[in-house]
């Protein structure tokens, strides 16, 4: 009895945890390409522990509540020879967003929280205080320092809600220069 009880504990597990939609994204040499997003379409990830194991180290656990709201994830190749930066800005200036971009292989379709490892992980969200050297934050999100030098790689970019905020339009722009 208490192995079926088990058994039912795992199917109610699987079950509850939502398949994430992934949207392809193409970025383009030297150019800037935009799309649209809700967060409702997302999923809520259970575990965030991937994001600080040192195989990532996308952000520290300390920040993990930034990042406890539902995932949207976007996924395309960053072409070699190029650097990205990913900008998040929510339609409405008060809602509370981050995000995170991580780079794998090319043949990779590695999705978090399945995260054995990748080549880079850069995330952004809002900070408790203003830093010194650096300008005050909007509520526009920044990931920069995502690069290929002689491979292309895949990019999969997650935005989502701190604080567990599951709903807001935002527009993700993607801007790729190429040497």
Partial sequence: MKNIAIILGLIVTCLAQAQPKVYAIEPLPNKEVSYTGNLSEGVILDDLSWAWSSSNACFPATQQQKFTGKHLFFTGIIPKYSEMTVTVIPKDPNANFSVYAYEIGVNSNDLVPNL??????????????????????????????????????RVVIGVTGADGLSEGDFTLVISTKTR
């Fill in 116 to 153: 054995p490892r990748c080549i880079r992980c850069e995330a952004d969200h809002k900070r408790e205080r203003n830093v010194r050297g650096k300008a005050p934050q909007d509520h526009t999100r920044v990931v920069t320092d995502l690069v290929a030098i002689n491979n292309p790689y």
